[in-house]
């Protein structure tokens, strides 16, 4: 079984929306926190949004207030919704799910295989 599956990603214009989701073991899902990065091409992966166990949150700078990260726990599944897209959002997105080492410091578990999200200008 496929720990991590993600899906929602294509094509959208400059200033339009798209809800990833990645769908997780439960047991991967009520242990890690789970989170979201993308991989541009020539850039290093980088995280987008997490939301830890309980509820607390993280966006990159880039992306405050116009991604939300949230999980459905009774169907073991993370989502990423992507308003106002820009151009430099274009990347391929991972999900990936991530054990607490303590406050501020995770380690990545398991990634899922990524989805294209490409955003026209």
């Known amino acids: 079984q496929v720990p991590l599956v993600e899906s929602g990603g294509g094509l959208v214009q400059a200033g339009g929306s798209l809800r990833l989701s990645c769908a997780a073991s439960?047991?991967?899902?009520?242990?890690?926190?789970m989170g979201w990065y993308r991989q541009s091409p020539g850039k290093q992966r980088e995280l987008v949004a997490r939301?830890?166990?309980?509820?607390?949150?993280y966006y990159a700078d880039s992306v405050k207030g116009r991604f939300t990260i949230s999980r459905d726990n009774a169907k073991n599944t993370v989502y990423l919704q992507m308003n106002s897209l820009k151009a430099d959002d274009t990347a391929i997105y991972y999900c990936?799910?991530?054990?607490?080492?303590?406050?501020?410091?995770?380690?990545?578990?398991?990634w899922g295989h990524g989805t294209q999200v490409t955003v026209s200008s």
């Open positions: 939301m830890d166990t309980d509820s607390s949150t």
């Open positions: 990936a799910a991530e054990r607490r080492l303590r406050i501020g410091v995770y380690v990545n578990n398991h």
């Open positions: 439960g047991s991967i899902f009520s242990l890690n926190a």
